[in-house]
């Protein structure tokens, strides 16, 4: 409890840079997850540099990308009730994730040779439940870490299709 304290004093403090910070560590989290528990290649197999690009896309990237909307889509749609959810969520799903995906993705692909086509099936399906639930629940200073620990399942999975050989 007293580490989720000072998190939270911490994000009223610096919200920007705590989140941007937030978003890096759990995209290295899901690269560690990647390497240790999918690929079991221990820790002398483990590629540092590999970690190092997620967490760099994270905190350069996905951090002030996903942040930055999310304080857009607040100003756009205030509140929080079911409908304005609703709202954010279908706004979020027809505007910004193609153009956030895709972005991403072929980031992702030029430093890893990775397929944007072999991850879109699978991240259409999970992403508009995860955003309904995340604008209807969650207060905006936590939203970006709420997608990132979700996201941090996915990012464990891109980063294994991303360097599977």
Not at 11 to 37: F, R, Y
Not at 59 to 88: E, H, M, N, Q
Not at 116 to 140: E, T
């Given at each position: 409890m007293?580490?989720?304290?000072a998190y939270q004093r911490a994000l009223a403090n610096h919200p920007w840079k705590v989140q941007v910070l937030t978003a890096g560590s759990l995209m290295g989290l899901g690269d560690i997850i990647s390497q240790q528990l999918v690929?079991?290649?221990?820790?002398?197999?483990?590629?540092a540099r590999r970690t190092l690009i997620m967490v760099s896309l994270g905190c350069g990237f996905v951090g002030p990308a996903v942040g930055g909307w999310y304080r857009v889509l607040d100003r756009l749609i205030p509140g929080t009730s079911k409908v304005d959810a609703?709202?954010?969520m279908l706004l979020d799903q027809g505007c910004f994730a193609p153009c956030f995906l895709g972005s991403f993705l072929s980031l992702v692909g030029a430093l890893n040779g990775l397929s944007a086509q072999d991850n879109w099936?699978?991240?259409r399906r999970l992403w508009p439940a995860v955003q309904l639930a995340n604008f209807y629940l969650v207060p905006l200073h936590y939203r970006l870490a709420v997608?990132?620990?979700v996201a941090v399942v996915w990012n464990s999975y891109l980063s294994w299709?991303?360097?599977r050989l």
């Amino acid at each position: 409890m007293a580490l989720w304290r000072a998190y939270q004093r911490a994000l009223a403090n610096h919200p920007w840079k705590v989140q941007v910070l937030t978003a890096g560590s759990l995209m290295g989290l899901g690269d560690i997850i990647s390497q240790q528990l999918v690929e079991k290649r221990g820790l002398r197999g483990h590629q540092a540099r590999r970690t190092l690009i997620m967490v760099s896309l994270g905190c350069g990237f996905v951090g002030p990308a996903v942040g930055g909307w999310y304080r857009v889509l607040d100003r756009l749609i205030p509140g929080t009730s079911k409908v304005d959810a609703l709202k954010k969520m279908l706004l979020d799903q027809g505007c910004f994730a193609p153009c956030f995906l895709g972005s991403f993705l072929s980031l992702v692909g030029a430093l890893n040779g990775l397929s944007a086509q072999d991850n879109w099936a699978k991240l259409r399906r999970l992403w508009p439940a995860v955003q309904l639930a995340n604008f209807y629940l969650v207060p905006l200073h936590y939203r970006l870490a709420v997608v990132q620990c979700v996201a941090v399942v996915w990012n464990s999975y891109l980063s294994w299709k991303a360097h599977r050989l």
